[in-house]
């Protein structure tokens, strides 16, 4: 229908009749197209159809511009929300959740205080940095935007002497609470006070703990700016505001879902002094269909600091998609990175005129982090975990203790989903302590994974069930003949499944095989499989130690060699993650089969994950 209905630049005079037809079925699909796959000004004259009565076709409009996955996700986890409040046993009213960001946020007069701490620690006196060092560190975490930003704009000591304040901060790493108000306050209905949710996540941004939390506040609040056709003028005027991240935060609202008018104004932070700005103005820039930010985003490739220029690459990476340009720098520094500027800025060149940014909805923001699971220690003695950690291999955080691992997933309430094999269980852990918070018996569960409406998806070596949040069976598949090597359940709502037959399927939740089975071999070896976004699968196999991306037929269209590989994971730059057992590693392999990255692990990992 988009084909169809937007040819040239313009609008269908069928479409543009749906835009304004009686059946609020038809105008919410109408609307939709054109959000999606419309032009920024075509996007522009959509918001005035948030003005409908029928939530249905704003629901719709919000689902177009920001992209299903975005709206989906804010909405699904409501109710884990509302539980992460009632397991604290606080209020979820209106007044009770902006008090929550309120609290949370520094006054003006706070904020003055914390930047004059902050220049004492280039003070020349040992006596007034050490105070002022002591000081700031006792405040906590809200003061770590202040220093953060201290560390990028301010002189070098002054940045150093700030990062060591923010070393010694202790940060807390479960984002539960601040991410449960933020979707509970963007799930509220549309008042005449629609504003003031939106300005306490605003004024609250730049004293979020961590980007997770981040994330999450800038979805919900591009999802507020879409409850009716006027942006907020407070997000107008945040473009100005003398704190970094809230000038961030507003230049990627209104670049992702504002109006040109003010996508003029957002296009000045392309040039700010600072760089994290800079980067969120360009990436709600691209999300919005501005072209501009893409030389601007290819630019901070050579600007960007190193543990966050992996970002830069992978928003290029997904715009480019098959066509990217050589080399990638995420795992690289130095020399290669000039290469890569010069490789993606003649790849702009030939592309500038024909590129569809409408590809950017159709992908998930990731943060980078890696979750693998161990089935034991010490190759095959001593009992397993579940840990994560970073592009640069440093341990997050850490789960022991475990009865065979074998899948671990981390949930958006900050707990994690492990996978317990040989203790015949699938627990919910608390990642601080490791403690149980829920689990479910089952034989030998093989993989595990949290469904966004709440439902558990568990597969054992013979068996397949899914579970309602109250542990209620809603469907089993027996699977007899073969033991499951690995499976997961899909966002079309099928399951994809590798045996020890050497075969891939494809079953609806009656077992119906919805495509023929793929033969790949490796009789009675442990394999692994993903689906790829552009419908193929990545399948890895232990019996000859490689990894490939292969077609329906069984096609080969890249692969790959590494020792005892059974598991695999495409990484949104193109780059693959594997797990062995047999060499006990983790590594990220590149397009040639290069390894960027190894970690030796202490016992047999047995699954990776990236998010």
Request: glycine residues 8%; contains cysteine.
């Amino acid at each position: 229908m988009a084909r169809l209905g937007l040819k040239g630049g313009k609008i269908a005079p069928l479409l543009q009749a749906a835009l304004k037809d009686p059946a609020p079925e038809r105008r919410s699909v109408a609307a939709f197209i054109v959000a999606q796959f419309g032009t920024p000004l075509q996007r522009d004259h959509i918001r005035s159809f948030l003005a409908d009565k029928e939530p249905a076709v704003q629901t719709r409009i919000a689902s177009g511009l920001l992209g299903k996955r975005t709206v989906l996700s804010t909405r699904e986890h409501v109710q884990q929300a509302l539980a992460a409040f009632d397991s604290a046993k606080l209020p979820v009213d209106q007044a009770s959740l902006l008090k929550f960001f309120q609290e949370r946020s520094l006054t003006e007069t706070e904020q003055k205080d914390i930047h004059t701490l902050i220049q004492k620690l280039n003070a020349k006196s040992f006596q007034v940095r050490d105070q002022a060092t002591r000081k700031l560190i006792a405040r906590g975490p809200a003061v770590v935007p202040m220093l953060r930003q201290a560390t990028e704009e301010g002189a070098p000591e002054l940045a150093r002497r700030a990062q060591v304040c923010i070393d010694r901060i202790k940060i807390p790493e479960t984002p539960t609470l601040p991410i449960a108000a933020a979707r509970l306050l963007a799930d509220l209905p549309t008042t005449d006070k629609t504003t003031e949710p939106l300005r306490a996540l605003l004024l609250y941004f730049p004293f979020a703990d961590n980007e997770t939390i981040e994330e999450e506040l800038l979805a919900c609040m591009s999802l507020m700016s879409l409850r009716k056709p006027d942006i907020d003028p407070a997000l107008v005027k945040a473009l100005d505001d003398p704190l970094a991240l809230r000038r961030a935060a507003a230049g990627y609202v209104l670049g992702r879902v504002g109006t040109e008018e003010q996508r003029k104004l957002v296009r000045k932070l392309l040039d700010d002094p600072i760089l994290r700005v800079r980067w969120r103005a360009a990436q709600g820039l691209l999300a919005g269909r501005d072209k501009q930010a893409v030389p601007a985003m290819i630019e901070l490739l050579r600007l960007a600091p190193s543990p966050w220029i992996w970002k830069v690459e992978e928003s290029l990476v997904r715009l480019a998609g098959t066509g990217t340009p050589s080399p990638l720098v995420s795992e690289s520094m130095g020399p290669v990175r000039a290469k890569a500027v010069a490789a993606w800025s003649d790849w702009w060149k030939n592309q500038a005129d024909n590129l569809d940014l409408a590809v950017l909805l159709r992908e998930d923001h990731m943060l980078g982090l890696f979750t693998i699971a161990e089935y034991d220690s010490f190759n095959g003695g001593g009992q397993g975990k579940v840990w994560e950690c970073s592009r640069d291999g440093k341990v997050r955080w850490s789960i022991t203790n475990l009865f065979g691992a074998m899948d671990g997933q981390v949930l958006p309430n900050g707990n994690v989903l492990v996978a317990e094999n040989s203790g015949n269980r699938v627990t919910e852990r608390d990642k601080k302590n490791g403690e149980v918070r829920w689990q479910y018996q089952m034989n030998n569960p093989v993989a595990c994974q949290r469904l966004p409406n709440g439902n558990t998806f568990i597969a054992g070596y013979n068996q397949i069930i899914e579970l309602s949040p109250t542990k209620a069976v809603l469907y089993t598949l027996q699977r007899n003949g073969y033991i499951l090597f690995g499976a997961s359940k899909l966002r079309n709502g099928n399951i994809l499944y590798a045996t020890s037959t050497g075969l891939v399927k494809e079953v609806d939740t009656t077992g119906k095989e919805v495509r023929p089975a793929i033969n790949i071999g490796g009789n009675g070896s442990w394999c692994g499989v993903e689906m790829l976004p552009n419908g193929r699968f990545l399948v890895a196999l232990m019996n000859v130690g490689e990894v490939r991306e292969i077609d329906q037929t069984g096609k080969v269209y890249w692969k790959a060699s590494f020792p005892g590989v059974f598991r695999a994971t495409r990484l949104p730059n193109g780059n693959v993650m594997v797990a062995s057992m047999t060499t006990r590693q983790v590594a990220i392999l590149d397009r040639n089969g290069g390894r960027l990255f190894e970690r030796l692990c202490d016992g047999r990992p047995w699954m990776v994950r990236y998010r």
